[in-house]
């Protein structure tokens, strides 16, 4: 059985990794001939728009997924068109993730608190929104935006005169800056069935809109139950098929949801170690309409990005307990090259632990 993936970056990759065990044969579609997951698996190397290349994929493979929400869903219709081949995740949650007034819209319709927010496509309508929400806030580009791209922390007029210099040839977004005390996400699964798996909550660290860090289990058991139940209410409202991820922000015990992701996500990295079955074997399961594994977490997970560049090998793997993983990536500052993942048998250890690799980084980051 073949599984096709639209992109071929970090996220496919080990989405292959993990399918080789279960027999899967996977076939990826990326314009990069040097994308992560056309190392390890066949690749088409074509523009995600390549209509001939994307009926290609239909073709050799009986579910197509994807592992990058910027893909255009109109060549994902081009999939379902030729030869039936079935779309996992609904293309219907990823066109509402990829579009960030969508994303609320979603969110305020299934009671899910979100932040206050208004769409923006002309100076004076950023000007209105200011003046409703205040100051101060994020404008953040409608579509296409991921890492902190496409974005800009207003604290001033003079800063929205800037950011609309930047930003605002686009369709834009303001919504209030959310004084967080914490970010967290929840990631679970929905298959073909209606069986739904989720993973425990993952305290996740930003810097500069990148994830650096994620602890999981994390959290006390109501913001699991809460996070959770809405996750629920989004993977019913799709008739969801794989796996999807929801980040929130906690201030003062109260969950706000931030965004979603319709794929495995890099808060869900530390399942590859540290549960029982990983997120990327689970969607695989859940868009096979296998039975879903097992989510129970095996200890205390610490992962950390690597950014920039994959740092001394023997460095970090002669800290015990450390697993690395390399996309095959080539560096460059700010990018995602590889994570690390340690388990340990309690939070504090591995809090301990995890911000040992962070000093060994000199990542500047650190957590609560
Ligand atoms: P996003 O691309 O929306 O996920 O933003 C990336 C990161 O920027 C988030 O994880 C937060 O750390 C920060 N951020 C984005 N929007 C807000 C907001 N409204 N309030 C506070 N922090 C934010």
């Given at each position: 059985m073949t599984v096709g993936i639209v992109g071929a970056g970090q996220l496919g990759r080990m989405l292959a990794l993990a399918g080789y065990p279960l027999g899967l044969d996977f076939l990826c579609l990326d314009p990069?001939?040097?994308a992560p997951a056309g190392q390890v698996a066949p690749l088409l190397?074509?523009?995600?728009?390549?209509r001939a290349q994307l009926r290609k994929l239909a073709r050799r493979c009986e579910v197509v997924t994807f592992d990058?929400?910027?893909?255009s869903a109109e060549s994902l219709h081009v999939v379902t068109r030729a030869h039936g081949a079935r779309i996992c995740p609904p293309v219907a949650a990823l066109c509402a993730a990829q579009d960030r007034v969508a994303e609320k819209r979603l969110f305020e319709q299934l009671a899910i608190p979100t932040t206050r927010w208004q769409a923006v496509s002309t100076r004076a309508q950023l000007a209105r929104a200011i003046a409703r929400i205040g100051l101060p806030g994020v404008l953040k580009t409608r579509r296409l935006g991921y890492d902190g791209k496409g974005q800009a922390v207003l604290r001033s007029m003079e800063d929205a005169a800037r950011a609309w210099e930047q930003l605002g040839s686009a369709a834009l977004i303001y919504e209030e800056l959310v004084p967080f005390d914490c970010e967290v996400s929840i990631i679970g699964a929905r298959s073909v069935g209606g069986e739904t798996a989720v993973y425990p909550l993952c305290g996740n660290v930003h810097a500069g809109g990148i994830l650096r860090v994620t602890r999981a289990p994390y959290g006390p058991p109501q913001w699991q139950r809460r996070a959770a139940g809405y996750l629920r209410r989004v993977l019913e409202h799709f008739h969801y098929t794989g796996i999807l991820a929801i980040e929130f922000f906690v201030l003062g015990g109260r969950l706000i949801a931030n965004e979603m992701a319709p794929r495995v996500h890099n808060?869900?990295?530390?399942?590859?170690?540290?549960?029982?079955?990983s997120q990327f074997e689970n969607h695989l399961r859940a868009i096979l309409g296998l039975p879903l594994g097992s989510t129970r977490p095996l200890g205390h997970s610490g992962m950390v990005n690597l950014i920039g560049s994959i740092p001394d090998r023997a460095g970090l793997l002669k800290l015990g307990g450390v697993h690395l993983h390399d996309y095959g990536k080539k560096p460059r500052?700010?990018?995602?090259v590889g994570h690390c993942t340690l388990v340990e048998p309690s939070a504090a250890r591995r809090d301990a632990r995890t911000l040992r690799i962070l000093k060994d980084l000199a990542a500047d980051v650190g957590f609560p």
């Open positions: 990069a001939r040097d190397t074509a523009a995600f728009t390549d990058w929400e910027n893909v808060s869900g990295h530390w399942t590859i170690e540290g549960a029982a079955t500052p700010g990018r995602k």
